[in-house]
Nanobody, 119 residues
Framework: QVQLVETGGGVVQSGGSLNLSCVAS???????????MSWYRQTPGKDRELIAT???????KYADFAADRFIISRDNARWKLDLQMNSLKPEDSATYYC??????????WGRGTQVTVSA
């Protein structure tokens, strides 16, 4: 059973930084690196929003709002995905989710970690 567990959320002042982590378990050994790993976020009443993706091939892609402030990284040996968030703004407040996707038909989600940025 694949599980993704996000940690690192919390309350931070505007302009501050947070590092989110997502630790995976349950993957068949040798397969984690074949998954595209992504971070999403969601606020109440809105659709889940893609923040950044780290592909199996080692490429990264960011949403426009994240490109200058967030950094996604992954450690395939430790089955770990991070999101370093800098210069946080109140509008970054959301629940942040980790996602693992393979081939368009395997899709796993964590339960999320809450980030609150105070003005």
């Amino acid at each position: 059973q694949v599980q993704l567990v996000e940690t690192g959320g919390g309350v931070v002042q505007s302009g501050g930084s947070l590092n989110l982590s997502c630790v995976a378990s349950g993957f068949t050994p040798g397969t984690y690196q074949n998954y595209a790993m992504s971070w999403y976020r969601q606020t109440p009443g809105k659709d889940r929003e893609l923040i950044a993706t780290y592909s199996a091939g080692g490429f990264t892609k960011y949403a426009d709002f994240a490109a200058d402030r967030f950094i996604i990284s992954r450690d395939n040996a430790r089955w770990k995905l991070d999101l370093q968030m800098n210069s946080l703004k109140p509008e970054d407040s959301a629940t942040y989710y980790c996602n693992a996707e393979f081939g368009g038909y395997l899709d796993f989600w964590g339960r999320g970690t809450q980030v609150t940025v105070s003005a």
